[in-house]
Nanobody, 125 residues
């Protein structure tokens, strides 16, 4: 059974940092593209970043230079390091993985098969 579990969310002041983790069981994340998405009420789930062994790292323009996606193959975990956080970064953050062998990063959520339960990030003073 494939399971993705996110952690690391919380409340942080503007300008602060958080590191989100996405740990998989029953699945090897290294074999597929893994993305991070954000959802806020009233808006569609948006892709923020993606990592792939063959396709490299990708970032949405609004987080480029502030967020970094990393992979630890030993821990079977993908991280999203978030710096200089802004109030507009508030939302529920999800990690998602494509099927094993699917290494192409996608901006839209549809190609991703496996999803975590989400972790809340709130940026507020």
């Amino acid at each position: 059974q494939v399971q993705l579990v996110e952690s690391g969310g919380g409340l942080v002041q503007p300008g602060g940092s958080l590191r989100l983790s996405c740990t998989a069981s029953g699945f090897t994340l290294e074999h597929s593209a893994v993305g991070w998405f954000r959802e806020v009420p009233g808006k569609a789930r948006e892709g923020l970043s993606c990592i792939s062994t063959s396709d490299g790292d990708h970032y949405q323009d609004s987080v480029k230079g502030r967020f970094t996606i990393l992979r630890d193959t030993v821990k079977n975990t993908v991280y999203l390091e978030m710096n200089n956080l802004k109030s507009e970064d508030t939302g529920v953050y999800y990690c998602a993985s494509r099927d094993s062998g699917s290494q192409i990063c996608a901006v839209a959520p549809n190609p991703y098969r496996y999803w975590g339960q989400g972790t809340q990030v709130t940026v507020s003073s």
